[in-house]
Structure formats: C-alpha cells, structure tokens
C-alpha cells in the first residue's frame, strides 16, 4: 500500500508541474548555470536569498516561488529536499510543494508572504487558531491570568503577535529540553498548555509534531519565518532556519 501512495503522490507533484508553463525551460536542462541564467531574466523577480539559495518569483505566476541553489552541493541540495518533505508531511503549516528537480537544486513552492502586519495576523489566528485565540482570551480576561513577561509587561491579548507569542510559549525553550518551558518559566508554559490543549485545532497539533520531530528552538517561529497562504492559513516559511549551521539564512 505504501509504495502505491508514494507513487499516487509523485504523479500529483508530476501532473501539477505541467500547469507551469514558466518551468518547461527549466525542467529542459540540469545545467545549473543555465537555470541560474533562465531566473535572472525579466521573466523573473528575486524575492529572496540567503548563504545558499536565491528565491524567485515568476512574473506572469506570483502565486509560487522557485528556489534555486547557488552552486552544486549536497548540503544546499538536501535544503531543498528537505523543504519539498516538510511541506508534503506537514502541509497544515509549511507551504505547499509542487515540483522539484531530480537532484534538488530546486523546488517549486507557493508563494507565502511574510506575516508583518497586525491586520492580516489577526486573519492569520482567525483562519488556522480560531479556537485557540478564544480561549486565551477568556482565559486572559480572568483574575491573575495575564502572567507577567521579562521585563515586566504582560500579554496583550488585543494584539494579534501577542497572541501568536503566547502560542508559541505552550512549547519547550530549546532542542535540548524536550519539556514545557515558557519565556519565563515552566509553570507559565504549562498554564498556557492547559489552556491550549482541550481545544487544539489542526494547525496547532500539526506544529506541535514538527517541532517535536524537527526540535525547533520556538524563538525561531516568529516575524521573518511565519506567513500565510491566500486563504490565511498560517505557514512556516522556511524549514532551513533550523539547520544547526549559523550560515542558513532564512531562504
């Protein structure tokens, strides 16, 4: 039964390649230089780039980003491949994966805008944290609650990050505890856990496995890696900002 869904999945990945029309010159040759040379066109806008890899969008197909690698090497291949299996195991919370090269020095992705603004963030916890959002304000709006932060402020559940950040708080501090642990301490992180739990959704259970499995550092999922898809629903951007290597950027 495996090997047959394995084999159902790359057709999918296969038959949606076909409905880019801009990736037919690029699936048409493995030379890297070549690629590079097809993207820096005015058919093709640069969205992004890190130590590794340059992000870059089709102009008559905004809706996707293609990354490719900056030179042959396994470790900025294993990026992409990675990236294209994160996405198909977690696709709740990273952006969704569509075609690849047979040797990763690119992948096509859907284009997932960073979150930055406090309007579309609300739309954002709306859309993939409604039911955690409610209950961290009533549970906020209770006598002795809303528990202090460092440096003495307190969490703001009017402001859609302060939100987000209390989310993210209901997990571990590091990749070396794998255990409850807020900014502050544990016992917050666990009074957020309580909150949380009886009324996790999809996207909040899907992020819970994928810093499990992956053991992200959640400082790591904030402004700058989160963003969303057309519909609002939250997205990690990049799955490389968790790579041990200080080099990683976040494309």
Do not use: C
């Amino acid at each position: 039964m495996k090997p047959l869904l394995e084999s159902w999945r790359k057709y999918l990945v296969e038959g949606e390649a076909e409905h880019f029309p801009w990736l037919k010159e690029i699936q048409a040759t493995d030379d890297l230089e070549e690629i590079q040379a097809i993207v820096g066109t005015d058919r093709f806008k640069r969205v992004g780039s890190g130590s590794f890899r340059r992000v870059y969008q089709p102009t008559s197909d905004p809706g996707y980003v293609i990354k490719v690698i900056h030179d042959n090497d396994d470790h900025k291949m294993r990026m992409n491949e990675d990236d294209f299996n994160t996405a198909k195991r977690y696709p709740f919370i990273f952006p969704k994966a569509y075609a690849h090269s047979d040797d990763f020095s690119w992948i096509v992705v859907e284009n997932t805008p960073p979150l930055v603004d406090m309007e579309e963030m609300q739309k954002v916890l709306d859309q993939s944290f409604p039911a955690e959002q409610e209950a961290l304000i009533n549970a906020m709006s209770l006598p002795g609650k809303n528990k202090g932060r460092p440096g003495g402020s307190e969490w703001n559940v009017a402001d859609p990050f302060h939100v987000m950040k209390m989310i993210m708080a209901s997990f571990r501090m590091d990749r070396e505890t794998n255990e409850a642990a807020a900014y502050d301490d544990k016992e917050s992180a666990q009074s957020l856990q309580d909150i949380l739990a009886p009324v996790a959704g999809a996207a909040y259970q899907e992020l819970s496995k994928a810093m499990h499995e992956f053991e992200i550092d959640k400082y790591e999922i904030g402004i700058g890696n989160i963003g969303h898809d057309e519909n609002y629903n939250f997205k990690i951007i990049d799955s490389s900002v968790f790579s041990s290597d200080p080099e990683d950027g976040v494309w």
